[in-house]
Nanobody
Framework: QVQLVESGGGLVQPGGSLRLSCVASGSGFGLYAMTWYRQPPGDQRELVARITAVGNSYYADSVKGRFTISRDNTKNTVYLQMNDLQPEDTAVYFC????????WGQGTQVTVSS
């Protein structure tokens, strides 16, 4: 069983920055890819960024050049640095991993508004 706990969301003005964190319980964190998804209001959940066990990263086109995913295996933590935030980035952000089955965090709200 794996528990994922996100933090770092909040209200930010357009052009601002936030850093999300996701802490995973248990052992073996460094062996698995970690992914950030988001779900905008009234819309479907979408992949934002993924980082593999060896540190290779992938980004959705909509966030390339603005968001950076990273991980600290000593802290069982994956981060999402979000810069130049725009209103269309408003969503609940979820942390996800797959270890034989899917594990999701509870989500953290990010609101970008002036």
């Amino acid at each position: 069983q794996v528990q994922l706990v996100e933090s770092g969301g909040g209200l930010v003005q357009p052009g601002g920055s936030l850093r999300l964190s996701c802490v995973a319980s248990g052992s073996g964190f460094g062996l698995y890819a970690m992914t950030w998804y988001r779900q905008p209001p009234g819309d479907q959940r979408e992949l934002v960024a993924r980082i593999t066990a060896v540190g290779n990263s992938y980004y959705a086109d909509s966030v390339k050049g603005r968001f950076t995913i990273s991980r600290d295996n000593t802290k069982n933590t994956v981060y999402l640095q979000m810069n130049d935030l725009q209103p269309e980035d408003t969503a609940v952000y979820f942390c996800y991993t797959f270890r034989g089955c899917e594990y999701w965090g509870q989500g953290t709200q990010v609101t970008v508004s002036s």
